[in-house]
């Protein structure tokens, strides 16, 4: 946790502001009672009515600068915790949005929102207690018992008994506490993990009638939970009685032996009343730092978590030196390419090579799980190979910067992926060069301006979180309008034309041809249809390329492609 907190820096005047604000609260309090004795033994005992005006007075005056200085002192720790929560936060988003998808694949998605959110509040939270507690816990009970010993010598051997007793309570009572908190924290985790898949899978769940059966499983998260908060409560509900028993015992104690005192005429009744307050004092301090005690732990996890995030080195970063100037457009080669995901035994691509030239159209087809997404993943670095080298234009891609690379690219994802905003949003997303115009006519090439047309608004129709509110082909038409609207040298598309009826297909695929004449293109398909005119095709099977060539070639030359080919079309089409 300590390695968080050196983000407090730009705080350091806050904080130490707060500090000496704190000290000064904490030596009023320590003032007050030996005040309070004053008042007791010069003013009420001799009757003398303006001493008790003027130390009550003055008493009067601590206790409000007292309130000042805790107030002050508690919006400067809170800012600056506040400020270190801010800080954190930032921090993770931006290691986040550098890692390259093996650092998602490690972590996940679901743990990297806890620990952006929850996790720093914890650190958030604790930071502020111990910014509060650092000097007025440890002051008020050194001084407490200093104070103490000033007023009465042999009164102090009743804290010399209660304090142990106390501290043995606490203990017992935080060693139960502290392993049920860590536990909550996981049982929180596994909730969250739980309904985060519920509700993003609520349409598969409907549509195999599981609703009553996850129903149990959240239930079950659920009660486990509550149990583990209702443990935590009872002991929380035992913690307060037993502490304020020992401290009313220890009155008594004060009270009994002082009394004795008293009337043996070794003590005056200002010191007794003192000393009952300092032993309070004490006692109430140690409260707090076994409080912080307990909830230090349980913040120091969440600081693990989040040190995890922070630590991660990106395993894709930018070269010291790019090299980012070109002078041919968009040649793309693959030279003997080999790459393998974490944790799998075999290559998901193996010995890779091929070129695609700017103009022409350049089509992988392959089974599900040959490697296609995998291949073509690797031109926008969202993973480094293993061995051998893509080159854009003869530059290998991991010398350029990766801002640069992917201006070059527009990558139309298999998974159609939109954002919360206008569909014209959407398209342009964030490239802030591109018309109006620009985006009418990327959506025409697209064919979608059809059913633009068709939204209340148009244009200007609002896409909910996710693009849940139009079809996979609207959304996969809408997607490949954003990558046409950027005008890279670049097209990739993975798998784009599924979702499209055979009409829409064509007619796509005809409008793009036009659009893209100058460009590089890659296109994955599933269908030879969407292949067959294409300039290359590369025939991938298991990770390898089998066959390469046009439709007519690889008819003769491919076994694997013939199989694809067979298995779809009809005699006459093939020929
Ligand atoms: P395709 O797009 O041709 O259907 P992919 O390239 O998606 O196939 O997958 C190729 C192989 O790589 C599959 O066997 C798949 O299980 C594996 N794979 C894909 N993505 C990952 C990943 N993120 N981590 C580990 N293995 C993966
Ligand atoms: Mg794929």
């Not at 991660?312 to 003997?336: A, Q, R, S, W, Y």
């Not at 990766?402 to 964030?430: C, D, H, M, W, Y």
Request: aromatic residues 8%.
């Amino acid at each position: 946790m300590l390695k968080l907190f050196k983000f407090l820096k730009p705080y350091s005047a806050m904080i130490a502001g707060a500090l000496v604000l704190i000290f000064l609260q904490t030596l009023g309090d320590l003032y007050l009672p030996t005040l309070m004795s004053d008042i007791i033994n010069d003013g009420v005992m001799q009757g003398d009515t303006s001493k008790i005006l003027n130390i009550g007075g003055f008493m009067l005056l601590v206790a409000g600068g007292g309130a000042l200085c805790s107030i002050l002192a508690s919006y400067l720790s809170s800012r600056s915790a506040v400020g270190l929560g801010t800080i954190l936060r930032s921090k993770v988003f931006r290691i986040v949005e550098s890692y390259s998808l093996h650092e998602f694949d490690k972590l996940g998605t679901s743990t990297l929102i806890t620990r952006t959110t929850n996790d720093i509040n914890q650190v958030q939270m604790v930071a502020v207690m111990i910014l509060r507690m650092m000097v007025s816990a440890p002051m008020m009970a050194i001084g407490g018992i200093v104070m103490a010993l000033q007023e009465d010598k042999e009164l102090t051997w009743v804290l010399a008994v209660a304090i142990p007793i106390l501290a043995a309570v606490i203990a017992l009572i935080a060693s139960r506490m502290i392993p049920l908190f860590r536990l909550v924290q996981v049982k929180i985790d596994k909730m969250n993990l739980v309904l985060r898949e519920k509700l993003t899978g609520i349409r598969v769940i409907r549509a195999f009638n599981t609703v009553e059966l996850e129903m149990k499983r959240f239930n079950e998260a659920n009660v486990d939970l509550t149990d583990n908060y209702i443990k935590v409560n009872k002991i929380m509900a035992f913690m307060m009685p037993s502490i304020m028993l020992v401290m009313n015992f220890t009155s008594l104690a004060v009270l009994w032996f002082g009394g004795i005192r008293i009337s043996d005429g070794n003590m005056d009744l200002g010191a007794l009343a003192a000393f009952t307050q300092y032993a309070m004092q004490i006692m109430f301090s140690m409260l707090m730092l076994s409080l912080m005690f307990i909830m230090v732990p349980r913040a120091q996890a969440a600081a693990v978590r989040i040190n995890e995030v922070l630590d991660t080195v990106p395993e894709i970063t930018d070269p010291f030196e790019t090299k980012d100037v070109f002078t041919e457009k968009g040649n793309l080669e693959f030279k003997d390419v080999t790459f393998s995901y974490h944790g799998a035994e075999e290559p998901a691509l193996r010995n890779i090579s091929f070129s695609a030239q700017p103009g022409k159209v350049t089509a992988i087809i392959g089974s599900t799980g040959s490697g296609k997404s995998t291949l073509i993943n690797l031109i926008p670095r969202f993973y480094d190979v293993d061995s051998g080298s893509i080159l854009i234009d003869g530059v290998d891609v991991r010398e350029m910067s990766q801002e640069t690379l992917r201006s070059k690219i527009g990558f139309v994802p298999q998974k159609a992926q939109l954002f919360s905003g206008t569909i014209s949003e959407n398209i342009r997303f964030g490239n802030d060069q591109v018309t109006d115009e620009e985006i009418k006519h990327a959506a025409e090439t697209a064919q979608a301006s059809e059913f633009i047309a068709n939204f209340e608004g148009g244009f200007e129709h609002q896409i909910t979180q996710g693009g849940t509110n139009v079809s996979g082909g609207q959304k996969q038409r809408l997607s490949i309008a954003r990558a046409l609207a950027r005008k890279p040298e670049v097209y990739i598309f993975d798998d784009s034309f599924s979702a499209l009826d055979f009409k829409t297909d064509a007619r796509l695929r005809v409008a793009l041809k036009k659009e893209i004449a100058v460009a590089t293109v890659i296109i994955v398909a599933q269908r030879v249809g969407t292949v067959m005119d294409a300039d290359n095709i590369i025939v991938l099977d298991k990770g390898q390329i089998s066959g390469m060539g046009t439709h007519k070639e690889l008819l003769v030359t491919s076994e694997v492609y013939r199989e694809i080919v067979a298995s779809q079309l009809s005699e006459e089409e093939i020929a």
